[in-house]
């Protein structure tokens, strides 16, 4: 079955940095999501994207995130300058119609230090 | 606003034992309902999903669950549990937003203990 992968599974980075995540979304789904579950706490969501531009955005995907579709395959998440409160885990989602289950991946652990 | 509660934090079974964890929503409209499981290290993966039709929908694993609109909840259960079901279950309630999109909103998550 077509899976979502999601690369690194893990990144710790230093506090003020920029990091990049990265996902293979499902090769014929349309529509993206990025997902963000601090430790212990519900996963929340970021952002959607559909038709190369962002579709929704929640509260948290404030200025310092960004998201781009580099090439026909990858979707990614960039963060410009990391703070404590970003260390989360991540995960990229993909369906192939609006109103489809969201097929997940297994997400990158974001350390800041 | 849309929104879920989930009000057991941990749930410890027997192996062998049935199971029902307790979803309830809130949603302005018939809602898109999801159970999601994540286990240790991994992504979500879908149990099973209801969208319209028949209230009782059967997911993988055995697993099911039941759409009551007057209760407002969307219960998941399973008659006989094992070992390899300990993990984290999200409910989650979605529906098309003013943007267009189709965003789920997760509940906190269920923690299933499993005893041998």
């Known amino acids: 079955e077509p899976e979502v992968t999601q690369t690194p599974s893990h990144q710790v980075t230093q506090m003020g940095q920029e990091v990049i995540l990265r996902c293979v979304p499902i090769?014929?789904?349309?529509?993206f999501y990025w997902y963000r579950q601090i430790l212990g706490q519900k996963v929340e969501f970021l952002v959607s994207?559909?038709?190369?531009?962002?579709?929704?955005k929640s509260e948290i995907f404030d200025d310092q995130f960004s998201v781009e579709r580099p090439d026909g395959s990858n979707f990614t998440l960039k963060i410009r300058s990391t703070k404590l409160e970003d260390s989360a885990m991540y995960f990229c989602?993909?369906?192939?119609?609006?109103?489809?289950?969201?097929?997940f991946g297994d997400g990158t652990r974001l350390s800041i230090l | 606003a849309q929104s879920v509660t989930q009000p057991d934090i941990h749930i410890t079974v027997s192996e062998g034992a049935s199971l029902e964890l307790r979803c309830n929503y809130s949603?302005?409209?018939?809602?898109?309902l999801f159970w999601y499981v994540q286990s240790p290290g991994q992504g979500l993966q879908l149990l099973l999903k209801?969208?319209?039709?028949?209230?009782l929908v059967q997911g993988i694993k055995g697993f099911e669950a039941e759409f009551k609109r007057s209760q407002s909840s969307f219960n998941l259960r399973k008659p006989s549990v094992h070992w390899s079901d300990a993990a984290e279950y999200f409910c989650?309630?979605?529906?098309?937003?003013?943007?267009?999109?189709?965003?789920?909103?997760f509940g906190r998550g269920t923690s299933l203990i499993v005893h041998p």
């Open positions: 090769s014929n789904h349309l529509y």
């Open positions: 209801y969208f319209s039709g028949d209230t």
């Open positions: 994207f559909y038709n190369n531009e962002i579709s929704e």
């Open positions: 989650a309630v979605g529906g098309a937003s003013s943007g267009g999109s189709y965003i789920p909103t």
């Open positions: 949603y302005g409209a018939t809602p898109y």
């Open positions: 989602a993909s369906s192939g119609q609006m109103n489809q289950p969201q097929h």
